[in-house]
């Protein structure tokens, strides 16, 4: 008996030390979450601090990360826990053992006390502190969800701002201007391998030199350019000069505009003058259509006019002599030649260019409808009279063309007419040299020489249409194109290598 009680002393010493291990366990587990607690909130903290570094766009990975830490801390806290219970099971039957037993220390009857024993042997044999583990499933450390951005950091804090794209140079010597194109050209101060593209832009204006701010028309944009030069082409040179600047873009930022370059774009630029054109004539600015009931409505204006008409013919003169050349503003040269004269009647049923020619070389083009039965394309002095035809007086030149049951096509001046043997072209070109006497016209489209009238000009020029049974668009602005400066060179260099009525007449 003895030796059952020392063993059973012993393994209650053994279950005592249990429990005592257990205690310490417990003390060791609510450690633990404590630890757990504040790692995870160290944790947060640093990853609060890691993407407060980082832009917005890092929040949702952050929340992310944030709920898996969480996530572990639950099941951290869980396994402890269900270890805490585990042993709080076992300190329960542990404590209800060591109550029997000592009950059953007291025990006088051998018998009893065997039977007791007995029981309390294979009670304790198969007692749960016994089978529970005493190493916690889970550890305090949050190591493995330790974040540490350094290396993003560092590349953040290696990404600088794209340099500025500096700001291009103008060629002026290498752009040009001609046929109604601009080439320009520009390069870069130094090699810059991030710059993309190039912007373009451009305006019209009437002022030479820098750009101004006020009075002055939108620029228009020409984008995406890859190369450093670029031509523009199909313009109309209604003003005087052209502005341009160019800057240069990287894939984030435009640079600065270069200096602005300011080139001339001299052409001859008219319109129509309706007040005394014929009034079977439709005119709109560089547009005009023969209209067979024109007259009929406007009897009235007419008459108005007549009388209106009925002014001093001295000031007439001071009128017609005082217009400046188309160099100028054309302003007083319109004015003067419009209201200056009557109204053309009978079957001259003829339109001027509200802008006369006393100087230099110029350029024009029209083209008349298909269906157009006969129409004149030239040139005249002012005095033409109100019943006068183009080409019909010894002070205006033309070629006719007339579609009127056969097609005729011809040269005409001082009522004198040369057939020309050639395809009417659908667009007529008119160049005029005031200075060397010269008038050609030209297939605006081939650029093939059509006729030359040759003389001396001794009044300021306007242009002339007549048009009859159709309608007749005029294209202004235009430069004198490069091919006719060429040819007309080469025969300026030929006497006498082009026909001309003057000479024949």
């Keep these: 008996m003895d030796e059952q009680r020392e063993t059973l002393q012993r393994i209650v010493s053994t279950l005592a030390n249990k429990n005592d291990e257990i205690h310490n366990f417990v003390d060791m587990l609510n450690h633990t979450i404590k630890n757990v607690q504040v790692n995870c909130s160290n944790a947060i903290s640093e990853l609060d601090e890691e993407f407060d570094g980082l832009y917005s766009i890092l929040d949702e990975m952050k929340g992310c990360m944030a709920n898996t830490i969480q996530q572990e801390e639950a099941r951290k806290i869980q396994a402890l826990q269900d270890q805490l219970s585990q042993c709080s099971n076992a300190l329960e039957s542990s404590e209800e053992l060591l109550e029997l037993a000592a009950q059953s220390l007291d025990i006088k009857d051998p018998v009893e006390f065997l039977k007791a024993a007995r029981q309390i042997k294979d009670r304790v044999t198969m007692a749960s502190a016994f089978r529970i583990s005493l190493k916690p499933k889970v550890s305090d450390s949050m190591t493995h969800l330790t974040v540490d951005f350094a290396l993003e950091r560092r590349m953040l804090q290696a990404v600088k701002f794209l340099p500025v794209p500096k700001a291009p140079e103008i060629d002026l010597a290498a752009c040009l201007v001609a046929d109604n194109c601009i080439t320009v050209s520009w390069r870069m101060p130094e090699e810059d391998s991030r710059i993309d593209h190039f912007v373009l832009e451009y305006r019209k204006t009437n002022f030479d030199g820098l750009p101004r701010v006020k009075d002055e028309q939108r620029w228009e944009l020409i984008d995406y350019i890859k190369a450093t030069e670029y031509t523009l082409s199909g313009l109309k040179f209604d003003t005087k000069y052209m502005n341009l600047r160019v800057q240069a873009c990287n894939k984030a930022v435009a640079g600065e505009y270069s200096d602005p370059v300011t080139l001339e ?178 297939n605006a489209n081939s650029k093939e020489l059509l006729h030359t009238f040759r003389t001396k000009f001794t009044q300021p020029l306007l242009p002339g249409f007549m048009i009859w049974c159709g309608g007749l668009t005029v294209t202004t602005g235009l430069q004198v194109p490069t091919a006719v400066k060429t040819f007309q060179k080469s025969e300026n260099g030929l006497s006498g290598s082009t026909s001309s009525l003057n000479n024949i007449a």
């Excluded at 000031?315 to 040269?333: F, H, M, V």
């Excluded at 009417?424 to 006497?437: E, K, L, N, Q, S």
Aim: a positive charge; proline letters at 3%; hydrophobic letters at 25%.
């Design 265 to 442: 774009t001299k052409a001859f630029v008219f319109s129509l003058d309706s007040t005394s054109s014929h009034l079977n004539l439709k005119v709109e600015d560089t547009y005009v259509e023969w209209d067979a009931t024109g007259g009929k409505g406007q009897e009235k204006t007419k008459g108005k006019e007549n009388k209106s008409s009925g002014q001093n013919p001295l000031l007439k003169s001071n009128r017609r002599s005082g217009a400046p050349s188309p160099k100028r503003t054309s302003i007083s040269t319109r004015s003067s030649a419009r209201g200056s004269r009557d109204r053309f009647t009978g079957e001259s049923y003829t339109v001027l260019g509200d802008t006369a020619v006393e100087s230099g070389q110029h350029y024009w083009e029209a083209r008349a409808q298909k269906d157009c039965k006969s129409y004149s394309v030239g040139v005249t002095y002012r005095n033409l009279g109100k019943f006068d035809q183009l080409g019909k007086t010894n002070s205006s030149w033309c070629i006719h063309i007339n579609n009127w049951l056969q097609t005729t096509f011809s040269a005409k001046h001082n009522n004198k007419t040369k057939t020309l043997d050639m395809p009417v072209p659908d667009r007529i070109g008119v160049y005029c040299d005031f200075d060397r006497g010269q008038l050609a016209f030209y």
